[in-house]
């Protein structure tokens, strides 16, 4: 298969501020914020619980918040206990619940690469067979990739040139 006409620049002729990840990292870079989307991913919907279970600072936790809703990643519900206010729960929307693998490979890796020596302090099981589950690199043909496989980045119809005056 031959790339397109126009898909030969250079990596580092591209402009990196329409690269995909440097835009999830715009939303996920801050400190705390993948914590707060692993809580949220495993059922804890409560401020107060939050900040509890992740021992975050609540003006913290606040901000974290509202970037990821304002991202369209959580959303809010009011509930109310009796004799109590108003307050707000918080859920994944769909484009948070598909930062899963996200978690999964950041998770792998740290099982791979900063074990303790006792071993993953979790373990994701599919709930249909009990099985851990892992994560599989394939292309879109479905050939799984190994580890030793080389994968070559092509621009895609995003790209852009780097603005001019960046040359290394």
């Keep these: 298969m031959t790339e397109p006409a126009g898909t030969t620049l250079p990596w580092r002729e591209l402009d990196s501020g329409t690269c995909s990840i440097a ?3 715009a939303v996920l870079g801050e400190p705390w914020t993948v914590l707060v989307v692993r809580d949220l991913l495993h059922g804890v919907r409560r401020f107060d619980e939050l900040v509890a279970h992740l021992g975050i600072a609540r003006t913290v936790l606040a901000r974290r918040l509202a ?18 206010r108003t307050r ?20 792998a890796w740290g099982d791979a690469h900063l074990d303790s020596g ?26 799984r990739l190994a580890a030793s496989d080389r994968v070559r980045s092509t621009p895609g119809p995003g790209a852009r040139p780097a603005p001019v005056g960046t040359d290394l």
């Design 118 to 143: 006792a071993g993953p302090p979790v373990v994701e099981r599919h709930e249909g067979c009990g099985a851990p589950v892992r994560l599989v690199e394939e292309c879109a043909e479905g050939h």
């Design 88 to 107: 707000r729960e918080y859920r994944l929307t769909r484009a948070g619940r598909d930062l899963r693998p996200v978690l999964l490979a950041l998770m």
């Design 23 to 25: 835009r999830t990292m």
């Design 67 to 84: 970037v990821l809703v304002d991202a369209g990643l959580v959303e809010t519900s009011e509930y109310r206990e009796p004799g109590r």
